[in-house]
């Protein structure tokens, strides 16, 4: 069954250094998206891409994040200058139509520790 | 805007018997409705999703939910809960603001299988 695949599974970096998480999402979907989790929280939403352009994001989302297609198969989310409290799990998920009851599908996680 | 509230952060069940994680939803819209499972140090699996053909969804691994409009409710039951079921669960609904591009997740139930 074809699935949603991230790297790296775990990644640790000193706070104010740039991070670039991989994800390859199932290869015939066109809407790719990433969420977090901080420890103990809930899942939240970041961001939606769709057509090489960001379609939706969240207030999370400010300017030190950003998303890339930078290939037919792979989707990253950069973060230029991490904080503390941007480690988190960062899911990443694609979906074949935006509809509403189309299933985001999700990959395994990013574990992101900030030191 | 779309939500969800999980009532119960941890269940605790002896296997064998019933499961019930409740999930109570609010939208102004008829909902799009999941039930995600993240078992330890994984990702997020869809279990159902009620996309309002039939009220009673049946999902993977023997769980069902039941959307009930009256009580705003899609709460997950398993008649017979296994050690494997161990997990937390995390009931979404897709948001139609801005074009169902976003998951709402609740705060996830916790729920732990006594033997």
């Known amino acids: 069954e074809p699935e949603v695949t991230q790297t790296p599974s775990h990644q640790v970096t000193q706070m104010g250094q740039e991070v670039i998480l991989r994800c390859v999402p199932i290869s015939n979907h066109l809407y790719f998206y990433w969420y977090r989790q901080i420890l103990g929280q809930k899942v939240e939403f970041l961001v939606s891409?769709?057509?090489?352009?960001?379609?939706?994001k969240s207030e999370i989302f400010d300017d030190q994040f950003s998303v890339e297609r930078p290939d037919g198969s792979n989707f990253t989310l950069k973060i230029r200058s991490t904080k503390l409290e941007d480690s988190a799990m960062y899911f990443c998920a694609s979906s074949g139509s935006r509809e509403g009851q189309e299933t985001q599908y999700f990959g395994p996680g990013t574990r992101l520790l900030v030191l | 805007a779309q939500s969800v509230t999980q009532l119960g952060s941890h269940v605790s069940v002896s296997e064998g018997a019933l499961v019930l994680l409740r999930c109570n939803y609010s939208s102004s819209v008829p909902p799009y409705l999941f039930w995600y499972v993240q078992y330890p140090n994984q990702g997020l699996q869809l279990l159902l999703k009620?996309?309002?053909?039939?009220?009673l969804v049946k999902g993977i691994n023997g769980f069902e939910a039941e959307f009930k409009k009256s009580e705003t409710s899609f709460h997950l039951t398993k008649p017979s809960a296994h050690m494997s079921d161990a997990a937390e669960y995390f009931c979404?609904?897709?948001?139609?603001?801005?074009?169902?591009?976003?998951?709402?997740f609740g705060t996830g139930t916790k729920l732990q299988v006594i033997p």
């Open positions: 891409f769709y057509n090489n352009e960001i379609s939706e």
């Open positions: 009620y996309t309002s053909a039939a009220t």
């Open positions: 979404a609904v897709s948001d139609p603001s801005g074009g169902y591009q976003k998951v709402t």
